[in-house]
C-alpha cells in the first residue's frame, strides 16, 4: 500500500463563514511505539468538531469563546509566542488545553462586519510523538462576508539580512497618512516565526500600506522610540490565482514512491520582504555610576550622545579627571590623577547630561547630583596593604635564616602594557598598544624600534600616536619591509603613568611577512553605485576590513591573509564611512545592505578577481548559511517521522 504525506494546502468548509489553512505533513504509519520497537506515530492530529462560527462571531459581544475538538490529545506550543488574533487584541486571547480540546477566548469587544482569524501556525501538536497540525488558522465574521484573501513575506534586520523572530507585520487602508502607525493599531496582523516568515490572513481584497514593528509596548503602534521598525514603499494589491503544488507519496518511513501535483489557490502577493531597523537617536537615559576601583570613576548611558556629560566635582578638583570614552559617550571612566583625590572615600559631583523623554523622545538636558565610593573603602585597603607587608617581612625572615639576601625590598606595581607585536604582521598592520592606566610621561627617546637580526640591527623609523578616543592607547606606524625582522624595545620608565606607575623594560621580536604569503581579493560590484562600500567578513560574519569601491566600481584587498572569507555591501548614501539606519518619520530607508552567498577560499600568492551582481538574488536567499545567527533554530524536536527515520539508520548501522 502507498503511503501518502501531504505538503501545505487548504481545508475549506463553510465556505461564507469559517475558513481553515491546514499545511499537514501526514503518513500512514501505524500509531503508537512500544517495547517491541514497532513505528512511531507519525499522523498529526485531525479536527474532528468545533464551536460553530454563527454563534461565535457577534459584533458587540465581549469574552468570545471558541473551542476546537481534535481526534487525539493535544497541546500547545509556546501559545504566547505563535497564537496571533487579528485584528490585534488590546487584551491578550485566553487559550486553554484539556485533554482533545483547545479553547480560545477573545475579551475584546468584536467590530461590526470584521473577519476575525486565530492563527495557531505550527503550536498545535500530538501529545505522544509532538507531531504537528501545521499551518492552522480558524475564521469567522461578524458581518455577512467572510474575506479570505491572504498577504506574506519575510522580515530580515535591515543591517545584517539576519531572518527576525517574533516581529509583528501589519496592514493599514492605502489611504491611511503615515501618523496613523503613531496613534492608531494595525488594521491586520501577523507575526513572524523563526525564520522571519509570516502569513496575513483574512484580508479584504484591496490595496494597502504594509508595516512590521518589533512591538516591546504591545499596543500594535509605533508608540516607542526604542521599537524596532520597518515598511515598504509602495502599496501592495491583494489577489489569488490557481497554481499547484507537488506532494509525496511515500513508500516507508524513508522511501519515497512518486509525486502528486495538486491544485490549489495561491494568495498574493506571497514574497515581501520588509527591513526592520532601530532608528539612530534611541532613547538615552543614564544608567549607573559607579566606583568600583578608587582611582577611576564610570558612568553608563543607555544609547550613544554627540556629546560628553559634564561633570562638576563638588568636593575635590576638576583638573584632576582625565576622560577615557566610548565613540558615542555611552560608557565613560574618569581617571583621577591626585593620590589624595584616589584615597578620599566620598567623591561628590553633578552630571548634566543629554536625556530623553519617552514619549516625544526629545532629548533635554537632565542633572543628577551623584555620591561615589569605592568598592574598598581607604581603611580596608591600608590593613589589606598592612596585611600584605607582614607577610613580606616574614618571607624576608625566612630568607635571611637562609643566606638569601636578593630582594630586600617590597616588590613594585609596574605600568602594565597590552598589544605588543609578536609573531608576524601584515605590512599594513598598526599594532595597537595599550597602557594599564593614562600616562603623564611618554618618553620616546627611551622607546627603540629595531630592523634586522639580532647582529646587524639598525634603528627603523617609527611614529607613536594617540589612538583617537582611547585615553591609554597608541597606534604603532612604521613603513614595514616585507619578509624583514624588527624587534621593539622599551626601556625602564620610559612611560610613567598618573598614579606614578612606570614600565618594566619590555622587548618584543616580530616579523613583516613576505608578499607572497598573502592572497589579493578584487570584487567588483557593477549593478552598484560609487557609494557602494564592501567588507571583507571572517567565518564568523565580523567585518575584518572595508573599502570604498573606485570609479571602476571595485574594491581592491590587499595583503590578505590566507584563510575563509565572506563579503558584503553597503550603500553608503550620506557618505559618512558606515552603515546607516533609517527615520520613519522622516521617510527615510536604513541603507541597503547586500550579501555575496560566495565562500573565498584566500591562499597565498594568488589574486581573487570576483564580479558580484548584488541583485542577483533576493535578499532571503543571499546570506550564507555559515553566517546565519538562526541556524539551529531549524533543527525543531524530532516527530514521529523522524524517529522513525532515525530507527531505520540504527537499524542498518
Known amino acids: 500500500m502507498k503511503k501518502l504525506r501531504r505538503l501545505p494546502g ?4 463553510s465556505l461564507y463563514i469559517i475558513h481553515f489553512t491546514l499545511y499537514i ?3 500512514c504509519a501505524n500509531p503508537g511505539s512500544g517495547p517491541d520497537g514497532g513505528p512511531y506515530d507519525e499522523t498529526p492530529p485531525r479536527v474532528v468538531g468545533m464551536t460553530a462560527p454563527e454563534s461565535a462571531g457577534k459584533a458587540g459581544k465581549a469574552g468570545t469563546k471558541v473551542s476546537i475538538r481534535f481526534s487525539e490529545p493535544v497541546k500547545i506550543d509556546n501559545a504566547q509566542e505563535k497564537i496571533v488574533v487579528s485584528p490585534p487584541q488590546m487584551e491578550p486571547p485566553e487559550v486553554n488545553v484539556s485533554g482533545r480540546t483547545v479553547t480560545v477566548e477573545l475579551l475584546d469587544t468584536l467590530k461590526p462586519a470584521t473577519t476575525y482569524t486565530i492563527d495557531f501556525a505550527d503550536a498545535i501538536t500530538d501529545q505522544t510523538e509532538g507531531n504537528p497540525l501545521g499551518q492552522f488558522t480558524y475564521l469567522f465574521t461578524t458581518g455577512e462576508v467572510i474575506d479570505t484573501m491572504e498577504v506574506s513575506g519575510h522580515v530580515l534586520s535591515a543591517d545584517g539580512l539576519e531572518p527576525m523572530k517574533g516581529v509583528l507585520v501589519g496592514l493599514y487602508p492605502a489611504g491611511a497618512p503615515d501618523s496613523l502607525f503613531h496613534t492608531q493599531p494595525m488594521q491586520r496582523v501577523g507575526r513572524t516565526d523563526a525564520f522571519g516568515h509570516f502569513s496575513i490572513k483574512g484580508v479584504a481584497q484591496g490595496q494597502y500600506r504594509v508595516v512590521c514593528l518589533e512591538d516591546k509596548d504591545q499596543d500594535f503602534r509605533f508608540s516607542m522610540k526604542g521599537e524596532k521598525v520597518g515598511w515598504l514603499r ?18 516507508d518511513t524513508v522511501r519515497w514512491d512518486s509525486i502528486r501535483v495538486v ?27 559607579n566606583r568600583e576601583h578608587p582611582d577611576r570613576l ?13 561633570l562638576s566635582p563638588l568636593n575635590f578638583p ?3 579627571l582625565h576622560l577615557e570614552h566610548t565613540e558615542g559617550y555611552d560608557t565613560l571612566t574618569y581617571w583621577i590623577a591626585d593620590t589624595a583625590v584616589v584615597n578620599q572615600d566620598t567623591l561628590r559631583m553633578t552630571i548634566s547630561y543629554d536625556e530623553s523623554d519617552d514619549s516625544t523622545g526629545l532629548r533635554a538636558l537632565a542633572t543628577d547630583t551623584l555620591e561615589l565610593l569605592p568598592r574598598l573603602l581607604r581603611s580596608r585597603r591600608l590593613k589589606m596593604e598592612q596585611e600584605e607587608h607582614a607577610r613580606f617581612l616574614k618571607q624576608l625572615e625566612r630568607r635571611h635564616k637562609k643566606g638569601d639576601y636578593s630582594q630586600e625590598e617590597p616588590p613594585l606595581t609596574f605600568l602594565s602594557l597590552e598589544g605588543l607585536p609578536s609573531r608576524s604582521l601584515t605590512p599594513m598592520a598598526q599594532p595597537l598598544i595599550t597602557f594599564s592606566e593614562p600616562l603623564d610621561t611618554l618618553l620616546t627617546s627611551g622607546i627603540h624600534l629595531l630592523l634586522g637580526p639580532d647582529t646587524l640591527q639598525a634603528e627603523a623609523p617609527y611614529e607613536l600616536l594617540p589612538a583617537p578616543g582611547r585615553l591609554r592607547s597608541y597606534l604603532l606606524r612604521a613603513e614595514w619591509r616585507p619578509g624583514q625582522q624588527y624587534e621593539l624595545r622599551i626601556d625602564s620608565a620610559s612611560a610613567i603613568g598618573l598614579m606614578g606607575h612606570h614600565n618594566k623594560p619590555e622587548a618584543s621580536r616580530f616579523r613583516i611577512s613576505a608578499d607572497d604569503e598573502f592572497g589579493t581579493v578584487f570584487i567588483t560590484v557593477p549593478d552598484a553605485d560609487s557609494s557602494c562600500v564592501v567588507e571583507l567578513l571572517n567565518d564568523r560574519g565580523q567585518t575584518l576590513r572595508r573599502q570604498a569601491v573606485n570609479q571602476d566600481l571595485r574594491a581592491e584587498f590587499y595583503y590578505v591573509p590566507p584563510g575563509t572569507y565572506y563579503y558584503r555591501c553597503f550603500f553608503d548614501r550620506n557618505a559618512d564611512g558606515r552603515w546607516t539606519s533609517g527615520s520613519y ?30 541583485h542577483s538574488l533576493p535578499l532571503t536567499r543571499q546570506k550564507p548559511d555559515a553566517l546565519l545567527k538562526t541556524k539551529n533554530t531549524k533543527e525543531r524536536k524530532a516527530g514521529g517521522h523522524e524517529k522513525n527515520i532515525q530507527r531505520m539508520k540504527e537499524k542498518k548501522q
Open 10 to 13: 487548504y481545508h475549506i468548509a
Open 25 to 27: 505533513a501526514l503518513s
Open 234 to 251: 509602495d502599496l501592495i494589491q491583494t489577489s489569488s490565482r490557481p497554481d499547484v503544488r507537488y506532494d509525496t507519496c511515500w513508500r
Open 263 to 289: 491544485p490549489y489557490t495561491r494568495f498574493l502577493p506571497d514574497d515581501l520582504v520588509l527591513l526592520c531597523f532601530a532608528e539612530e537617536g534611541q532613547p538615552r537615559h543614564f544608567l549607573k555610576a
Open 298 to 310: 564610570n558612568l553608563f548611558f543607555t544609547a550613544p550622545s554627540d556629546t560628553a556629560p559634564r
Open 318 to 320: 576638576a583638573a584632576v
Open 585 to 614: 518619520d522622516q521617510g527615510r530607508q536604513a541603507e541597503e545592505v547586500f550579501y555575496s552567498p560566495v565562500k573565498l577560499e584566500v591562499i597565498a600568492n594568488f589574486d581573487f578577481d570576483q564580479t558580484w551582481l548584488v
